[in-house]
């Protein structure tokens, strides 16, 4: 799974964060960074076919929401990673080292609660 470039990256944003799918122009007004309007919906295509952007007809247009979430997203990113470490648990130790006390915390709590939902033998 590739990182998204910069303006697939903003544009997610503005689909993640919108209530409703958004038109091309409301993307574009959305981004407000002086870009044509075929670049916007290029990199939209782009996202459909990828499979992170569902569209739905509206009139002569398209709307565009989005297919996966952020989590999904960051997820895919974390597991890719990963993919390179030569000690997957060496790799882990380390991010989860890093982390704020905080975090660390909630990321226990939260294997503690998926570990005791896991089916018994």
């Known amino acids: 799974m590739a990182k998204f470039?910069?303006?697939e990256n903003a544009i997610m944003n503005e689909v993640w964060q919108a209530e409703n799918p958004l038109?091309?122009?409301e993307i574009l007004d959305r981004l407000n960074r002086g870009?044509?309007?075929n670049t916007v919906q290029t990199v939209t295509e782009i996202l459909n076919r990828k499979g992170w952007l569902s569209k739905e007809r509206d009139g002569r247009a398209f709307?565009?929401?989005p297919?996966?979430?952020r989590d999904d997203y960051v997820s895919g990113l974390i597991r890719e990673a990963l993919s390179f470490a030569d000690d997957r648990a060496a790799a882990l130790v380390g991010f989860v080292d890093e982390m704020p006390d905080g975090?660390?915390?909630e990321l226990r709590r939260l294997l503690a609660a998926a570990h005791?939902?896991?089916p018994q033998p």
């Open 63 to 65: 709307r565009y929401g």
């Open 23 to 25: 038109l091309v122009r």
């Open 35 to 37: 870009l044509a309007y």
């Open 5 to 7: 470039g910069d303006l």
């Open 67 to 69: 297919a996966a979430t």
């Open 103 to 105: 975090e660390a915390a």
């Open 116 to 118: 005791e939902n896991e």
